[in-house]
């Protein structure tokens, strides 16, 4: 990996748990990853894996019972885990970012786009009105609103579901955030206006050298927005590296089995209709997480340490893979 | 595969009056508003073929599934199952004998089993509703074992134990929730499935079993898919032919290989074009213009003309039919004029 | 019935924890087996006229100077005895309560489900008769019910029909929540795909709204149910107390509490009073055991 410029976001051993009165159910059990700036981190996992829950934690808003049990979750090198409400909520709004999946409710139906764009900045940057509306005119530009003059002063319900969402970017970017965290942000969207929200995120990612998390379930928007991806099973890292790496070169088995599982389209008629990789079970509930490896009882290739002991994420070629396949053998790559 | 259309849709269309209530209209001087989900779509589904009917959101591929189940019934058009006409909302007796030899599977898994009901009896419903007719018409008694071990053989089928008869939806993800959807739409033993999106609310990996489980069903059962999709992926995986639907209208329809290989109208260009690019091989796509324009009020002449690179005046302003070029039609002035 | 699974089920375990649900459920089970077991707890049969002794009538309760213990709560007018009168008294409302709180229920659901199932004409029409209802307040609905039933009907029938127009009036004025809570959740339940299962499979819609959908609408209804007895019970108090509930000769909690409010301010307290604590530790405990119920149902309606 080498000396990488100062990471925005580092998330260190995170584990979050609910107790219930049937006993404490973990829900992330100690993951770690960090985001550079300019970089699109995508957290990919099915439901259940812990993703969404990852974005709530570091955004700050864990609702009780869950909580942090352990772990470090620093902003630009300063602890946020452990922050008194009022100091959260100033750091949530200046210096991290929301995008959430659905832009109906995500934006106030009473306010115009444009109340609400500048009472954001107003909060978070002293500025006075008129240069709040200027910024805010020059954000919907930017975020690709044609004609922002005309649009700023409607109402949410008079956009698309596309342009919904692009004003719901706008308004995560206005207080200039280090950080963003989009959950599934084109996941309620057509597949064509997924295409133009994917090429908007990574542009802004790039222009304004702001980290992005992009939690989602979806493959194949990680392959075209995210520099790396780090793939989540029952609360813990199965496999994180470059998207191309993971994607073309699985290390993982869960990962391997994930790629081949999914519909890809091929021209050739012969592979057409062959059946999909299948992988048999189901992911487990948090009441019921194999010891070990989590992922052993569904794995064709698992043995006995796999039963026993849990790997952790160690470094195979250019993906830190958690898998005891890689710890029999040398380093070398797959 | 023997070619005789089991399922024959002709210029099929179904409106839903959306006017605002009737006051509100007098005293704004506003007109009745109609919402053509469907207009006017043709097309055939052969005996033992998968056709896909693929589209984004609004487009009217759900709303043809449930004309076709009988859910809704159609403003106009007529719809053929076996040759025998089920579009008549006047011939309800008949068109329920035919009826049942089609099944439904549904999208949401959470909301298509009734949370109140054991497995078991969400199972067997087709069974108790046939046979109650049939014995009402001097057929034989609905007997508990044997709809027990029909019950049994059906969950065996998809992948359940027998043992989960006795358990209550909730208790079952959504991959196994769509399972025993499955089992209660074979449990009438149809030789039609409509499947409305099956597999597009769950996870990836739970997707490929059901799809590969239904493709398996198929060809064991000899069954016949209307399969509607959003993903491309997905259908590219099932389909043996393919429709493409936009703002109601049917705009292409082809072998799926042909599709894929050649696309003919713009839109399925522009959507396959969409399609994420898992194979990282660099694919430049070319940017996609605008958004999918009101359903209430489409554009004139060809629906997609706003949108598409080729459009000139003809497609501004006169709408474009479906022409055939042997297996494959498309309604696009640009590729009847042979300018694409 | 598994009582295991019932007793680890989560609302056994809200119940175990709430104090406020533990005493009220205490408190109307007393309430209940009270009335219930009347004939064999009460000293006394005070609807027996001939076991009247006018002699012992305003003797005070037992523990003030002049009482005897053989009348625990002292006797009114007639010389019934307070406490026989409070149990029977308490039979008569309960009855009357829960008869009407099921007539009310049986005919709210099934017009709520018609309505949002069937909609058009039919869900415009029962609902608009629902308004105009609701624009008038229960009581006198159920004044208007009654004094229409007494004149209509002969007047020497009035004792024996008194208490089941009694519980058609209560009832009658209390059936539109029912109707708009059902047919409010009817209208979410028809759209989810089960139902739309249910009619691909060709289940005529009578079927579908009492097998598929009244089992899922029915939630609500029960914390409905559970407070409308409390309302139920005040009501038949409350035209008791006006004179005309129940009849004079089988008098309910209400009308005791009307009897002995003549002879409160000359000194016999005890007539109005004790009646008046049971009613209201009665209809105390029925609101507590239904407004823990209902937050005890919320988290999973949500």
Redesign the interface.
């Known amino acids: 990996m080498g000396a990488a410029p100062a990471m925005i976001l580092e998330v260190k051993n995170l584990k979050i748990e609910f107790p219930t009165r049937h006993g404490t159910l973990v829900a992330v059990d100690g993951i770690s990853f960090s985001i550079a700036p300019g970089e699109v981190l995508g957290v990919v996992g099915e439901s259940g894996a812990g993703k969404s829950l990852t974005g709530t934690a570091v955004i700050g808003l864990l609702e009780p019972p869950g909580r942090i049990a352990a772990g470090e979750i620093l902003l630009e090198g300063e602890r946020i885990d452990n922050l008194p409400h009022e100091a959260l909520r100033r750091v949530r709004g200046r210096r991290i970012g929301a995008i959430f999946q659905d832009p109906l409710t995500s934006l106030n139906p009473l306010y115009t786009v444009g109340e609400q764009l500048v009472e954001t900045i107003r909060t978070h940057l002293n500025v006075g009105a008129a240069e709040a509306r200027h910024r805010a005119l020059a954000l919907l530009r930017e975020v690709g609103i044609q004609a922002p003059e005309a649009r700023i002063d409607h109402y949410p319900h008079q956009f698309s579901g596309g342009m919904r969402q692009r004003v719901v970017i706008a308004l995560a970017l206005c207080a200039e955030p280090r950080l963003i965290i989009a959950d599934e942000p084109t996941t309620a969207l057509d597949v064509s206006i997924q295409a133009q929200i994917i090429q908007l995120l990574k542009k802004l990612a790039r222009e304004h050298g702001t980290a992005v998390m992009l939690i989602t379930h979806d493959m194949g928007v990680i392959a075209e927005t995210a520099d790396r991806v780090a793939v989540l099973y029952a609360g813990r890292i199965a496999e994180i590296g470059p998207v191309r790496e993971v994607i073309r070169a699985a290390r993982h088995p869960y990962t391997a089995g994930l790629m081949g599982s999914i519909p890809k389209i091929r021209v050739a008629s012969a592979r057409m209709h062959a059946p999909l990789v299948q992988i048999d079970g189901a992911m487990p509930r948090l009441n019921a997480i194999p010891t070990g490896c989590a992922f052993h009882p569904r794995c064709g290739k698992s043995f006995e340490r796999c039963r026993t002991e849990r790997p952790e994420p160690r470094p195979v070629g250019s993906n830190l893979t958690a898998c005891w396949l890689y710890d029999e053998r040398t380093a070398a790559p797959a | 595969m023997t070619n005789a259309p089991l399922l024959r849709l002709e210029d099929v269309g179904r409106a839903f009056d959306v006017s605002r209530p009737w006051l509100n209209r007098v005293l704004e001087g506003a007109s009745r508003q109609l919402l053509h989900a469907v207009d006017g779509v043709t097309f055939e589904v052969r005996k033992g073929e998968t056709f896909a009917l693929v589209g ?2 609004g487009c009217g591929k759900s709303t043809i599934a ?1 004309l076709i ?3 809704y019934a159609p403003s106009r058009g007529r719809i053929e199952f076996d040759g025998v006409e089920i579009s008549d909302p006047q011939a309800k007796s008949a068109t ?1 004998k035919i ?2 030899r089609m ?2 599977i ?3 898994p959470y ?7 054991r497995v078991r009896d969400i199972v067997a ?2 069974i108790r ?2 046979k109650e ?1 049939a014995r009402r018409v001097g057929g034989l008694a609905a007997d508990g074992t044997q709809i027990a071990v029909r019950v049994a053989e059906l969950l065996r089928q998809v992948g359940l134990a027998p043992e989960d008869g006795e358990k209550y939806p909730h208790e079952f ?4 929730r769509q399972r025993i ?1 499955i089992a ?1 739409a074979l449990s ?1 033993s149809p030789e039609f499935l409509v499947c409305d999106e099956p597999t597009s609310a769950l ?7 059901i ?2 489980l239904m ?1 398996e069903l198929q060809s064991r059962l000899g069954l016949t898919y209307l399969f509607i999709s ?5 259908v ?3 389909a043996d032919r393919i429709g493409v639907m936009y703002l109601g209208r049917l705009v292409e329809i082809a072998d ?2 042909e599709l ?2 050649r696309p003919r109208h713009p839109y399925t260009r ?11 091989s660099g694919r430049q ?1 070319t ?2 213009a605008g ?2 324009p009101n359903p209430l009020s489409p554009p004139a002449g060809c629906a997609f003309h706003p949108r598409c690179p080729h459009a000139n005046d003809r497609c501004r302003s006169e709408r474009p039919n479906l022409i055939w070029h042997g297996e494959t039609a498309s309604a696009c002035h640009a590729v009847e004029e042979n300018r694409i | 019935m598994n009582f295991r699974r019932i007793w680890n089920s989560d609302l056994a375990y809200s119940f175990r924890r709430s104090p406020v649900a533990i005493t009220a459920a205490v408190l109307t089970v007393i309430c209940v087996g009270g009335a219930l077991l009347a004939p064999w707890l009460a000293p006394q049969n005070p609807f027996d006229a001939a076991s009247l002794d006018l002699d012992k009538a305003f003797a005070p309760p037992a523990w003030v100077a002049e009482g005897a213990t053989e009348y625990p709560l002292g006797t009114d007018d007639q010389g019934r005895d307070i406490l026989s009168t409070i149990l029977y008294g308490a039979r008569i409302s309960l009855g009357v309560g829960v008869a009407a709180v099921l007539f009310a229920l049986v005919l709210g659901v099934t017009l709520g489900l018609l309505s949002g199932y069937l909609g058009g004409r039919l869900d415009a029409v029962i609902m608009r008769i629902a308004d105009v209802q609701l624009s008038f307040p229960a009581i006198l609905i159920a004044l208007l019910v009654d004094g229409v039933a007494r004149v209509a009907l002969p007047a020497n029938s009035h004792d024996e029909i008194a208490i089941p127009v009694l519980i058609f009036a209560i009832g009658i004025s209390g059936w539109v929540q029912y109707a708009r809570t059902v047919r409010g959740s009817t209208l979410v339940e028809k759209n989810k795909e089960y139902v739309q299962a249910a009619r691909v499979i060709g289940r005529p819609p009578f079927a579908i709204m009492l097998r598929h959908v009244l089992p899922n609408v029915m939630g609500p209804v029960l914390v409905i149910a559970t407070i409308h007895i409390a309302t139920a019970i005040i009501t038949e108090a409350t035209l008791s107390f006006l004179g005309v509930g129940v009849p004079p000769t089988k008098p309910s909690l209400g009308t005791l509490i009307r009897i002995g409010n003549e002879f409160l301010l000359s000194g016999e307290w005890w007539i109005t009073v004790f009646p008046g604590v049971a009613l209201v530790l009665l209809v105390l405990a029925v609101n507590l055991l239904g407004d823990w119920l209902r937050d005890a149902l919320n988290p999973r309606l949500r």
Not at chain 2, 230 to 234: F, I, R, T, Y
Request: hydrophobic letters at 40%; charged letters at 25%; aromatic letters at 4%.
């Open positions: 984004e959101s449930r189940v009988g859910l329920a009826r049942r099944q439904m549904f999208q949401d909301a298509s089993l009734n949370p109140r009901w419903e087709p509703v046939h007719r993800s959504g991959g196994q959807s209660r009438g996870d990836v990996s739970v997707q490929a079993q799809l590969n493709s959003h993903n491309l992926a997905v590219s995986h099932v799926a290989e894929f290989a522009m959507l396959l074009d969409a399609v994420p690019d898992l194979e990282m796509r940017p996609v958004e999918v």
